[in-house]
């Protein structure tokens, strides 16, 4: 995601569903995203780590700062000293995280949460990115990574613009999301519009009480294997604004 200021910070929630409480990684990455060809990257990420209740705040600026031995032991440290993590155990609930640039900065940022305990009896239910999206290598991308184990999956894809009126000024929002669905080796595999475009979708999504508010808004519900994939969130005609994407994991 492009990783402004303001109400344009990169936003990343995360809901675990469950009776047990699950460990996690979240990161932000800026710096390494130059060697897969990304550019004007975020150059040092700060992230923070809110929680609901009496959760107390975490805030990292960068990863080796308060917990670099043990987030060496998980295996997938960040690879700049200057990107950020938090390592953290957290019951059942919504999280959210906030990537944003150090001194106000700007540019284009990762966030990322792994699940590092898969055999607890709580899982991450649903994944969410809301930020600016721009058009050309600046539209928003959402990556997740179904593993194996668990068989099948039925997901749930969202692309969020119009109803997000109650938090910002409609001039704002993405106005019109369009949603595509690509798999590991980039091939697309869904894409849509205006979320009631083909009925037998729109009924699942509606009977899975996820149907968006807004006509314009974007959905799609497929049966997906273990695997990595990639959903795109983007403008119609090149419209861009604030916007969220949203991936819900219904199980088997």
């Known amino acids: ?12 929630g995360f809901i675990i569903t469950g009776t047990a409480p ?21 150059a040092d990420p700060i992230l923070e780590l809110h929680g609901q209740d009496a959760f107390v705040t975490i805030i990292n600026d960068n990863w080796r700062d308060t917990q670099e031995d043990a987030i060496q032991a998980t295996g997938i440290p960040p690879t700049d000293n200057l990107e950020s993590a938090i390592l953290a ?19 284009v940022g990762l966030i990322e949460v792994y699940d590092l305990a898969r055999g607890a009896a ?3 239910a649903n994944l969410s990115t809301r930020a600016l999206v721009g058009t050309g290598s600046d539209v928003m991308i959402a990556g997740f990574l179904l593993s194996d184990g668990s068989g099948d999956s039925r997901v749930v894809v969202r692309g969020i ?36 475009d083909d009925p037998a979708q729109a009924a699942e999504i509606s009977a899975a009480g996820l149907a968006p508010t807004n006509n314009l808004e974007s959905a799609m519900a497929a049966t997906l294997p273990p695997g990595l994939y990639t959903a795109i969130l983007a403008g119609l005609n090149n419209g861009t604004g604030i916007g969220l994407v949203e991936v819900y994991d219904l199980g088997p």
Not at 24 to 40: E, K
């Open 22 to 42: 699950k460990q996690v990684l979240v990161r932000a990455i800026g710096p390494s995203l130059t060697h897969f060809g990304v550019p004007d990257v975020l």
């Open 1 to 12: 995601m492009r990783v402004q200021t303001g109400n344009n910070v990169g936003i990343g």
């Open 161 to 196: 613009g119009p109803s997000l009126a109650n938090s910002f000024p409609a001039s704002a929002l993405l106005a019109n999301p369009t949603l595509e669905l690509h798999d590991g080796n980039g091939v697309l595999t869904l894409s849509n519009n205006d979320w009631q």
């Open 89 to 107: 155990t957290l019951p059942p609930g919504a999280y959210t995280g906030i990537i944003k640039g150090k001194n106000n900065t700007s540019g």
């Open 122 to 124: 709580s899982k991450l």
